[in-house]
C-alpha cells in the first residue's frame, strides 16, 4: 500500500506536483527579489556597463545553448514516463544531468579566469550581484542534478514514474531564471 | 499510476523539438541583438526575448496551462508579490532626494562641490 500522502488530489493534482509548484512559488520570490534588486541598482549605476563588460557573451550563451538543451532532454524524459517506458526516462534525465555538469564544469572555467583577474565577489556591488545571483543560481543546478541521478534510479526499474515530470518541473524552472540572469548579466553592458 | 495517465491525457501533443527549435532560433536573436549597437534593440532582443523564452518554456515543458487554475493564481500572486517589492523599495533605491530626505552620499558631494 502507498501512503496516503502520495495519492490523494484534494486540490485536483497529486500531492507531490502540489509541493513542487508551492517550492517554486517560494523560489519566485528568492530569485525576484534578488534580480529585482540587481535591476534597481543596474538602472542606477551607468558605471556598472564597464564592469558588465568583463563578462563573456559566448561563454553565457553557450550555458543558455546546455541549459535548454537539458530542458529539451528533461521534457522528452517525462514523455517517456507518461508513456510508462522507465528505461527511456532514466536515460533521458541523465542526459540532463550531463547537461548539468556540463553547465557547472562551463561555469567554474569562467569563474576562476574572472577571479585571476581580479574579480572577486567583493570588488563592488556589481561583482556581488553577480556571484550571488550566478552562485545561487549554480548551486540550484547542482542541486536538481542530484535529485535527478535518484530520480532516475527508480525510473530505470520502472518505479515512481510521476517523479520524472516534478524533477522536470523545477529543472525548467531553473532553466527559466537563467533565461533572465543571461541578459541580465551577460547582454547588458 | 492512474492519476498519472490521467494526467498524460490532459496534455495536448506538443512537439518539444519545435519548441526546442524556436528557443534556439530566440537565442540566437538575443545574441545577435546587441552586435547592431543599438541600445532599444539591445533592451528589446535581449529582454522581450527572455520573456517570450520563459513563456515558451512555462507552457510547453511546465505544462503550466493545463495546470488547475489555483496553479497559475499561485505563480501570479508572487509575481505581483515581486512588483510590489520593487514598487515599495526602488524609490528609496534610485531616487537621490525626496520629500524631508536626502541621500547622505549626495549631501557630502554637494558640500565637497561648494567647497
Redesign the interface.
Known amino acids: 500500500m502507498r501512503p496516503i500522502a502520495t495519492?490523494r488530489?484534494a486540490?485536483?493534482?497529486?500531492t507531490g506536483?502540489l509541493a513542487v509548484?508551492?517550492v517554486?512559488?517560494?523560489e519566485?520570490?528568492i530569485f525576484?527579489?534578488l534580480l529585482?534588486?540587481y535591476?534597481?541598482?543596474r538602472?542606477?549605476h551607468d558605471a556598472w556597463s564597464a564592469q558588465a563588460a568583463n563578462t563573456s557573451?559566448p561563454i553565457g550563451?553557450f550555458n543558455?545553448?546546455v541549459l535548454?538543451?537539458s530542458?529539451?532532454t528533461?521534457?522528452?524524459g517525462h514523455?517517456a514516463?507518461?508513456?510508462g517506458d522507465g528505461k527511456r526516462a532514466a536515460k533521458l534525465l541523465r542526459y540532463t544531468c550531463v547537461g548539468a555538469a556540463t553547465f557547472i564544469t562551463v561555469k567554474a572555467f569562467e569563474w576562476t579566469h574572472e577571479i585571476r583577474e581580479g574579480l572577486t565577489i567583493t570588488s563592488n556591488t556589481f561583482w556581488s550581484f553577480y556571484y550571488t545571483a550566478a552562485g545561487l543560481h549554480a548551486l540550484h543546478v547542482i542541486a536538481g542534478a542530484i535529485l535527478m541521478l535518484f530520480v532516475a534510479a527508480d525510473a530505470a526499474k520502472n518505479r515512481e514514474?510521476?517523479r520524472v515530470?516534478l524533477i522536470?518541473?523545477y529543472w525548467?524552472?531553473v532553466?527559466?531564471v537563467w533565461?533572465?540572469l543571461?541578459?541580465l548579466l551577460y547582454?547588458?553592458? | 499510476?492512474a492519476?498519472?495517465?490521467a494526467?498524460?491525457q490532459a496534455?495536448a501533443p506538443i512537439n518539444?523539438?519545435r519548441v526546442?527549435q524556436m528557443?534556439?532560433a530566440l537565442?540566437m536573436v538575443?545574441?545577435l541583438?546587441?552586435l547592431i549597437g543599438i541600445k532599444i534593440v539591445?533592451?528589446i532582443t535581449?529582454?522581450g526575448?527572455?520573456v517570450v523564452?520563459?513563456y515558451l518554456?512555462?507552457k510547453?515543458?511546465?505544462h503550466v496551462n493545463v495546470?488547475?487554475r489555483?496553479?497559475v493564481y499561485?505563480?501570479c500572486?508572487?509575481?505581483v508579490?515581486?512588483v510590489l517589492?520593487?514598487a515599495g523599495?526602488?524609490p528609496d533605491?534610485?531616487e537621490h532626494h525626496g520629500d524631508n530626505w536626502v541621500k547622505p552620499e549626495v549631501v557630502q558631494a554637494s558640500s565637497v562641490h561648494h567647497e
Open positions: 495519492t488530489s486540490a485536483g493534482l497529486p506536483t509548484w508551492w517554486l512559488a517560494s519566485i520570490v525576484g527579489g529585482g534588486s535591476i534597481m541598482y538602472l542606477n557573451l550563451a543558455t545553448f535548454l538543451t530542458s529539451l528533461a521534457v522528452l514523455q514516463a507518461e508513456r514514474l510521476h515530470e522536470g518541473i525548467h524552472f532553466d527559466i533565461i533572465f543571461f541578459p547582454i547588458a553592458k | 499510476m492519476e498519472h495517465a494526467h498524460a496534455h518539444y523539438i526546442y528557443l534556439l537565442l538575443s545574441v541583438g546587441p539591445t533592451l535581449a529582454f526575448i527572455a523564452k520563459a518554456v512555462a510547453n515543458f511546465m495546470q488547475p489555483f496553479v499561485l505563480l500572486t508572487v509575481l508579490f515581486m517589492f520593487f523599495t526602488a533605491v534610485m
